[in-house]
Nanobody, 127 residues
Framework: QVQLVESGGGLVQAGGSLRLSCAAS????????MGWFRQAPGKEREFVAR????????YYADLVKDRVTISRDNAKNTVLLQMNMLKPEDAAVYYC????????????????????WGQGTQVTVSS
């Protein structure tokens, strides 16, 4: 089992920045990559970014790739999501998730490929 705990959410003005953190514990060695997803009220959960533990290879959703950076600290078993130039439409609950396998293409964005999930952290962006 892998436990994921997100933190760093909050209220920010449009144009501001936030850094989300995901602390992983448990059988982290069973995971290959980590992802961030978000879900706004009434909307489906959507992919934001992904990073592999070993090589640090990253993959971003087109919507956010110019404003978001995902990184990992293997020593601390932590994955970070730096979000800049936030917009009101970025408001959502942000979830950290772990995938056990390597993926290619659009498979990296599929929520169903991630087996472990955190509880989420709320991001609110005021206009």
């Amino acid at each position: 089992q892998v436990q994921l705990v997100e933190s760093g959410g909050g209220l920010v003005q449009a144009g501001g920045s936030l850094r989300l953190s995901c602390a992983a514990s448990g059988r982290i060695s069973s995971t290959y990559a980590m992802g961030w997803f978000r879900q706004a009220p009434g909307k489906e959960r959507e992919f934001v970014a992904r990073i592999t533990w070993s090589a640090g290879s990253t993959y971003y959703a087109d919507l956010v790739k110019d404003r978001v950076t995902i990184s990992r600290d293997n020593a601390k078993n932590t994955v970070l999501l730096q979000m800049n130039m936030l917009k009101p439409e970025d408001a959502a609950v942000y979830y950290c998730a772990a995938d056990q396998f390597g993926r290619t293409g659009a498979q990296r964005m599929r929520a169903s490929n991630y087996v472990y999930w955190g509880q989420g952290t709320q991001v609110t962006v005021s206009s």
